[in-house]
C-alpha cells in the first residue's frame, strides 16, 4: 500500500486525504501522504492501524477484496464521507493544470526525480 500521488505533484485522489486521516491518525496520514513513494505491506498496515485485519492469500487471489468488500459495506452507511470527497475534488482540480503537477508526471515517465518549482 502506498499514495504515490504526492510524488507525481498531486494530491491523493479517490478520498485518500480525506479517509486516511480518519482511519490511522493526522500524524501518520501525513507521513504516508507526504512520504509518497513509502509503501508498506499488509502486516506493517495491520500494526499502523491502516487496516484493521491481514487475511492470508485464498485460492482465487481475491481475499483482501472480499473482505474489504464486506467491511465496506457495513461502513458505508455510518459514514457522510459526501462532503469530504467533494472538497477533494475541488483541491484536485486545482492541482491538475499547475506546472508542479505537469512536472512530477513528467519525472515519472522519464524515470528521474521531480523538480517543483512551486507553480
Not at 507525481?8 to 486521516?21: E, I, K
Not at 475541488?90 to 515517465?109: K, S, W
Request: contains cysteine; proline residues 5%.
Amino acid at each position: 500500500m502506498g499514495l504515490i500521488e504526492t510524488t507525481r505533484g498531486l494530491l491523493p485522489g479517490a478520498g485518500g486525504s480525506q479517509r486516511l486521516p480518519r482511519m490511522v491518525g493526522i500524524t501518520l496520514a501525513k507521513e504516508l501522504i507526504f512520504t509518497g513513494g513509502r509503501r508498506v505491506g499488509g502486516q506493517t498496515a495491520l500494526e499502523m492501524g491502516l487496516v484493521n485485519k491481514a487475511v492470508e492469500q485464498n485460492q482465487t487471489g481475491d481475499a483482501a477484496y472480499k473482505a474489504a468488500l464486506t467491511l465496506a459495506r457495513e461502513i458505508l452507511p455510518q459514514v457522510d464521507i459526501g462532503s469530504a470527497m467533494a472538497i477533494e475534488r475541488m483541491c484536485y482540480a486545482r492541482v491538475i493544470p499547475t506546472r508542479d503537477r505537469q512536472e512530477g508526471m513528467a519525472a515519472f515517465i522519464e524515470k528521474r526525480p521531480p523538480r517543483y518549482i512551486g507553480e
